[in-house]
């Protein structure tokens, strides 16, 4: 069975980093593109975004506009992991973190958009002085 299990959410002040960590188990992610969501508060689950994307290879990582600069996506095969680290936070980052997997057939596909079919729980992030 696919499980993906995120961490590494908490607490902190504007400014401040976190890295979030996703594991996955049941599989291994180097034939998976995993992407990173973000759910605000007061929004639905259908109405999360998009953040990061990793592809297969690791290579053209894709991030939203809002998180460039600030957040970076990457992936250790050999650990089953995908660690997003988020650095210089602001409080409208604040929200559940999900990170996502799917299988791709090509080394480079990434995406933002809603195309992932095994999710994580989430991780909390609240960024606030």
């Known amino acids: 069975q696919l499980q993906l299990v995120e961490s590494g959410g908490g607490l902190v002040q504007p400014g401040g980093s976190l890295r979030l960590s996703c594991a996955a188990s049941?599989?291994?992610?180097?034939?998976?593109?995993i992407a990173w969501f973000h759910q605000a508060p007061g929004k639905e689950r259908e109405d999360i975004e998009g953040?990061?994307?990793?592809?297969?290879?690791?290579?053209?990582?894709v991030y939203a506009d809002s998180v460039q600069g600030r957040f970076t996506v990457s992936r250790d095969n050999a650990k089953n992991t995908v660690d997003l680290q988020m650095n210089n936070l602001k409080p409208e980052d604040t929200g559940l973190y999900y990170c996502a997997a799917v299988k791709t057939s090509t080394s480079i596909w990434c995406t933002l958009g809603p195309d992932f079919d095994s999710w994580g729980q989430g991780t909390q992030v609240t960024v606030s002085s």
């Open positions: 049941g599989f291994t992610l180097d034939l998976y593109a």
């Open positions: 953040v990061s994307c990793i592809s297969r290879s690791g290579r053209l990582p």
